[in-house]
């Protein structure tokens, strides 16, 4: 069974970054495809970024582009997402999430962690 453990969400000023850090028990990311969802109050779970069990392909959703960064350690334990030029709008609680089938739903989901970004 996998288990995902979000951290580094805190309240940060606008325009300042965090690094938020999902660590994994289980299983390792190179059997996994992972991504960053986040959810805000009264709107749906969007899905932020991604990034393939190869290490080498990403995604990021047009509102983050160019600001956020998903990477993963070299033991492939953990996963980061590194959130730069925050505003407002991102706040939201972030969830880190894996599945093992690259066209499959999310199989493995963290409890979340907050970010708050004030103006």
């Known amino acids: 069974q996998v288990q995902l453990v979000e951290s580094g969400g805190g309240l940060v000023q606008a325009g300042g970054s965090l690094r938020l850090s999902c660590a994994a028990s289980g299983r390792t990311f190179s059997s996994l495809d992972m991504g960053w969802f986040r959810q805000a109050p009264g709107k749906e779970r969007e899905l932020v970024a991604t990034l393939r069990r190869s290490g080498r392909n990403t995604y990021y959703a047009d509102s983050v582009k160019g600001r956020f960064t998903i990477s993963t350690d070299n033991a492939g334990i953990t996963v980061y997402l590194q959130m730069n030029s925050l505003n407002p709008e991102d706040t939201a609680v972030y969830y880190c999430?894996?599945?093992?089938?690259?066209?499959?739903?999310?199989?493995?989901w963290g409890q979340g962690t907050q970010v708050t970004v004030s103006s």
């Open positions: 999430a894996g599945k093992i089938g690259s066209l499959s739903t999310w199989d493995y």
